[in-house]
């Protein structure tokens, strides 16, 4: 029932933004000469907590745009998508995402968070009324038809930088954050983490389809990808305009609902990501020492790893046509390799014979440069990792078993 009452509140909403008439928002162009009237005009930054859902996991962020005079309160909202879509998963894995802005009434946007237990943070924002009337306009240019669907980005153009672009290119000066300390900027992959860690299968399905550039250290402004970065940054910072004056940017701050679904443990049972992956090279160390006392080839074990790590591989190959930045160079593909597909047969087929194919040298170089710049360069996954340590193992444990095997038959003839 819980999960049908919040399908029903996001519908609603969706239908408020789609129906809505552009003229019944008083967010229409305005002339300099209105601006007088802006007076009773707030316009804030809506800062929601966490979802449940992989796509609610970072937050969200709208802006609320509430006139006292006229009585309008309505959220204006760039987070709108459907799973219905066509080709929904594959656009989303390519970054040719289309995703839609909306309106809507404030009490229908309060009450989709509160069946959700979300926790949403309002900052008033301190603004002109010359701003007010530039932010109006913008969104009103926004919500044509023409204007209202975007492609979606999610590290540099999502419903976070574009609610933050609206507000900061409005301002008649220059938007001033905090450096804070340079020396420990964080990648784009440990921020990510630092909101999928209680939900590790997740976070393991990130780090994988997540490529070198995800480990880059990143500008200030990049962060604010995020919406609780945004957030932090608004409170600190200042506006400081054309004849040099200041102000903050945040005149206050108020939370508007409290979170009540924050009863998420991290999973550390015995099947986290991490334990998983210690008993599979403990099972494949296993098979490789069986293989060794008995002098026998398990090669429908290997047919398994070089099937799975192929078939994974032409997924991270696909994603170098993304238009994702961070996924596309992706060391992670010399360990989920598609060439494995290729050698399986051929490679099987000596095992089975007790002899060693030349394709696994190309497999133990791929894992020893994987594992190289595993430790060196990026941070990758628990799976990464531990399936280029099975790969040694079984493909050198595997070359001295087929010697094995071969002397074992020259000393029987």
């Given at each position: 029932?819980?999960?049908?009452t919040?399908?029903?509140?996001?519908?609603?909403?969706?239908?408020f933004?789609?129906?809505?008439?552009?003229?019944s928002?008083?967010?229409?162009s305005?002339?300099?000469?209105?601006?007088?009237?802006?007076?009773?005009?707030?316009?804030?930054?809506?800062?929601?907590?966490?979802?449940?859902?992989?796509?609610?996991?970072f937050?969200?962020?709208?802006?609320?745009?509430?006139?006292?005079?006229?009585g309008?309160?309505?959220?204006?909202?760039?987070?709108?998508?459907?799973?219905?879509?066509?080709y929904f998963?594959?656009?989303?894995?390519?970054?040719?995402?289309?995703y839609?802005?909306?309106i809507?009434?404030?009490?229908?946007?309060?009450a989709?968070?509160?069946?959700?237990?979300?926790?949403?943070?309002?900052?008033?924002?301190?603004?002109?009324?010359?701003?007010?009337?530039?932010?109006?306009?913008?969104?009103?240019?926004?919500?044509k038809?023409?204007?209202?669907?975007?492609r979606?980005?999610?590290?540099?153009?999502?419903c976070?930088?574009?609610?933050?672009?609206?507000?900061?290119?409005?301002?008649?000066?220059?938007?001033?954050?905090?450096?804070?300390?340079?020396k420990?900027?964080?990648?784009?992959?440990?921020?990510?983490?630092?909101?999928?860690?209680v939900?590790?299968?997740?976070?393991e399905?990130?780090?994988?389809?997540?490529?070198?550039?995800?480990d880059?250290?990143?500008?200030?402004?990049?962060?604010?990808?995020?919406?609780?970065?945004?957030r932090?940054?608004?409170?600190?910072?200042?506006?400081?305009?054309?004849?040099?004056?200041?102000?903050?940017?945040?005149?206050s701050?108020?939370?508007?609902?409290?979170?009540?679904?924050?009863?998420?443990?991290?999973?550390?049972?015995?099947?986290?990501?991490?334990?998983?992956?210690?008993?599979?090279?403990?099972?494949?160390?296993?098979?490789?020492?069986?293989?060794?006392?008995?002098?026998?080839?398990f090669?429908?074990?290997?047919?398994?790893?070089?099937?799975?790590?192929?078939?994974?591989?032409?997924?991270?190959?696909?994603?170098?046509?993304?238009?994702?930045?961070?996924?596309?160079?992706?060391?992670?593909?010399?360990?989920?390799?598609?060439?494995?597909?290729?050698f399986?047969?051929?490679?099987?087929?000596?095992?089975?014979?007790?002899?060693?194919?030349?394709?696994?040298?190309?497999?133990?170089?791929?894992?020893?440069?994987?594992?190289?710049?595993?430790?060196?360069?990026?941070d990758?996954?628990?799976?990464?990792?531990t399936?280029?340590?099975?790969?040694?193992?079984?493909?050198?444990?595997?070359?001295v078993?087929?010697r094995?095997i071969?002397?074992?038959?020259?000393?029987?003839?």
């Amino acid at each position: 029932m819980k999960r049908f009452t919040h399908k029903y509140i996001a519908i609603l909403l969706t239908l408020f933004s789609l129906l809505m008439p552009h003229s019944s928002l008083a967010i229409e162009s305005q002339t300099l000469q209105d601006d007088a009237r802006m007076d009773s005009v707030h316009i804030s930054l809506l800062t929601c907590s966490p979802g449940k859902e992989v796509w609610s996991l970072f937050g969200h962020t709208a802006i609320r745009y509430q006139d006292l005079a006229t009585g309008e309160d309505y959220v204006v909202n760039y987070g709108l998508f459907s799973f219905n879509q066509e080709y929904f998963i594959p656009r989303f894995v390519f970054g040719k995402t289309d995703y839609l802005m909306g309106i809507a009434p404030f009490d229908v946007f309060m009450a989709e968070y509160t069946a959700e237990g979300r926790g949403v943070v309002q900052q008033n924002l301190n603004l002109t009324d010359e701003e007010k009337t530039a932010i109006a306009n913008a969104i009103g240019e926004n919500y044509k038809p023409e204007n209202r669907t975007y492609r979606y980005n999610f590290f540099y153009d999502n419903c976070t930088t574009r609610a933050r672009d609206i507000i900061t290119d409005a301002i008649r000066g220059k938007v001033v954050y905090p450096t804070g300390d340079r020396k420990n900027d964080p990648t784009y992959r440990q921020m990510v983490e630092r909101h999928t860690q209680v939900y590790p299968w997740e976070e393991e399905g990130i780090n994988i389809l997540l490529g070198a550039n995800a480990d880059k250290e990143t500008p200030l402004w990049t962060r604010q990808f995020l919406p609780d970065s945004l957030r932090k940054d608004f409170d600190d910072a200042k506006i400081i305009t054309w004849n040099g004056q200041e102000r903050k940017l945040v005149s206050s701050k108020e939370v508007l609902l409290d979170a009540t679904n924050d009863d998420v443990v991290e999973e550390k049972g015995i099947f986290s990501p991490l334990n998983v992956c210690v008993m599979f090279f403990l099972i494949v160390c296993g098979i490789t020492m069986t293989e060794k006392k008995y002098r026998k080839s398990f090669w429908l074990f290997d047919a398994f790893v070089l099937f799975f790590t192929g078939l994974a591989g032409l997924a991270l190959l696909a994603m170098v046509f993304s238009e994702h930045p961070t996924v596309s160079f992706n060391p992670q593909i010399l360990i989920f390799n598609p060439l494995n597909l290729v050698f399986l047969i051929p490679l099987i087929k000596s095992h089975r014979k007790g002899k060693y194919h030349w394709s696994e040298y190309i497999i133990v170089m791929c894992a020893v440069v994987y594992l190289i710049s595993e430790i060196f360069f990026i941070d990758g996954a628990y799976a990464s990792f531990t399936l280029a340590s099975c790969l040694l193992v079984r493909l050198v444990g595997g070359n001295v078993n087929c010697r094995r095997i071969k002397n074992k038959v020259t000393t029987n003839n």
